[in-house]
Nanobody, 126 residues
Framework: QVQLVESGGGLVQAGGSLRLSCAAS????????MGWLRQAPGKEREIVAA????????YYGDSVEGRFTISRDNAKNTVYLQMNSLKPEDTAVYYC???????????????????WGQGTQVTVSS
């Protein structure tokens, strides 16, 4: 079993920045791919950013490309999401997610993830 705990959400003005962190425990951190997803009220959960097990490959959703950066520190069992130039439409609950052991490629859809954090709210005011 994998436990994921997100932190770093909050309220920020448009144009501002936030950094989300996700601490993982329960397995060898580098044994699976990681990702960040979000869900806004009334909308489906969507992929924001994803990274393979090594960190060499990253993927970003079209709406965040160039503004958000995913990174991971395997020594600290932590994955990060740096969010810059935030927009009101970025408002959502953000989830950290992990693929199962041996699933090394970045997951590009919610169904590809096996473990989820509890979510952290990000609110961007205009």
């Amino acid at each position: 079993q994998v436990q994921l705990v997100e932190s770093g959400g909050g309220l920020v003005q448009a144009g501002g920045s936030l950094r989300l962190s996700c601490a993982a425990s329960g397995r060898t951190f580098s044994s699976g791919a990681m990702g960040w997803l979000r869900q806004a009220p009334g909308k489906e959960r969507e992929i924001v950013a994803a990274m393979d097990w090594s960190g060499a490959y990253t993927y970003y959703g079209d709406s965040v490309e160039g503004r958000f950066t995913i990174s991971r520190d395997n020594a600290k069992n932590t994955v990060y999401l740096q969010m810059n130039s935030l927009k009101p439409e970025d408002t959502a609950v953000y989830y950290c997610a992990a693929r199962g052991v041996g699933r090394l490629r970045a997951g590009l859809a919610p169904a590809e993830y096996d473990y989820w954090g509890q979510g952290t709210q990000v609110t961007v005011s205009s």
